[in-house]
């Protein structure tokens, strides 16, 4: 038999969760799992052999995702959307081989590694249903007139790559 609810946010959710729309959320939990390391948690059938809800952990973090039912309107995934609104970030102890296990396991690179200007070792990777993943290791605690000088410095060579 049911009871009350003891929190308004479920055990082990965070009061704010991302919840991904994927087309192929089975193939995706394998992704994610071999990619980042993911704990598989309950998944709820939905029609037509969809899956309309299920969860993974990443760290601590509790990540809920469903099948993209474009009968719902706007239950979309990135590639009914040709691009993500969205990227998720994992920091990590060491960002360079997370970033080479999400590339081994199949995702692309969208930004290769290397030491941002706000303090990160940093990159960023596209999984194959097409959410965008920043993979980071903070290194350093900049003051905000570091880290402005950094941006400056950073900005200043990407326009003169552009040139």
Not at 13 to 35: E, H, M, N
Not at 41 to 47: I, L, S, T, V
Not at 89 to 102: F, K, P, S, T
């Given at each position: 038999?049911?009871?009350?609810?003891?929190?308004?946010?479920?055990?082990?959710?965070?009061?704010?969760?991302?919840?991904?729309?994927?087309?192929?959320?089975?193939?995706?939990?394998?992704?994610?799992?071999?990619?980042?390391?993911?704990?598989?948690?309950?998944?709820?059938?939905?029609?037509?052999?969809?899956?309309?809800h299920a969860e993974m952990r990443i760290g601590n973090v509790a990540i809920a995702m469903c099948d993209e039912m474009p009968e719902m309107e706007y239950w979309l995934s990135p590639q009914s959307l040709n691009g993500t609104t969205c990227t998720?970030?994992?920091?990590?102890?060491?960002?360079?081989?997370?970033?080479?296990?999400?590339?081994?396991?199949?995702?692309?690179?969208?930004?290769?590694?290397?030491?941002?200007?706000?303090?990160?070792?940093?990159?960023?990777v596209r999984d194959p249903f097409g959410h965008e993943w920043a993979i980071a290791a903070h290194q350093w605690d900049y003051t905000p007139e570091e880290m402005m000088q950094k941006a400056q410095e950073f900005f200043a060579s990407m326009a003169q790559a552009k040139s």
């Open positions: 038999m049911a009871k009350p609810a003891s929190s308004p946010v479920p055990a082990g959710w965070s009061p704010v969760t991302a919840y991904l729309t994927i087309r192929g959320v089975a193939q995706a939990l394998d992704f994610y799992k071999k990619a980042f390391g993911a704990e598989i948690g309950p998944q709820m059938p939905g029609p037509g052999g969809l899956i309309m998720l970030h994992i920091y990590v102890a060491d960002a360079d081989a997370l970033y080479n296990r999400a590339v081994s396991a199949g995702a692309q690179p969208v930004w290769p590694m290397h030491d941002a200007f706000w303090g990160d070792r940093y990159g960023r």
